[in-house]
């Protein structure tokens, strides 16, 4: 025991390790959540402007309904805090109709005819 040495790891191999424990990472998180939420997630990381609150999101996307804007309401997309860039017709879908309180039922058929 007098004489052996400590065995000494490589640079080379520690980065290489961190590079491989990321790569798997990233493999398993697309697999959990699919690329397009993982790409999603990384893209809002970058984006420069607030999300909105959803209160006022949604305040003006009911707005949207009584006054028949159509294009605002279909077309127009908004970062929203939680929903990423979403149209009201899409957070509707994702958060539920009821979000529209009264209005829930126009907003279900609301975009309906309107050309892409």
């Known amino acids: 025991m007098k004489g052996k040495k400590a ?3 490589n640079v080379t191999t520690i980065i290489i390790l961190i590079l491989a424990i990321l790569v798997l990472v990233i493999v398993a998180v697309s697999y959990a959540g699919g690329w397009a939420k993982l790409w999603a997630k990384i893209a809002s990381m ?10 006022a999101f949604i ?10 804007d159509k294009i605002g309401f279909c077309k127009d997309t908004h970062n929203v805090a939680g929903l990423g860039n979403v149209t009201c017709e899409q957070a509707g879908k994702i958060l539920g109709w009821d979000i529209y309180g ?5 907003a279900k058929t609301f975009c309906e ?3 892409e």
């Open 113 to 115: 005819g309107l050309e």
């Open 7 to 9: 065995q000494q790891l």
């Open 59 to 68: 305040e003006m996307c009911k707005n949207r309904l009584v006054f028949g």
């Open 46 to 55: 970058f984006q420069q402007t607030a999300p909105e609150e959803r209160t």
């Open 102 to 106: 009264d209005q829930s039922d126009k």
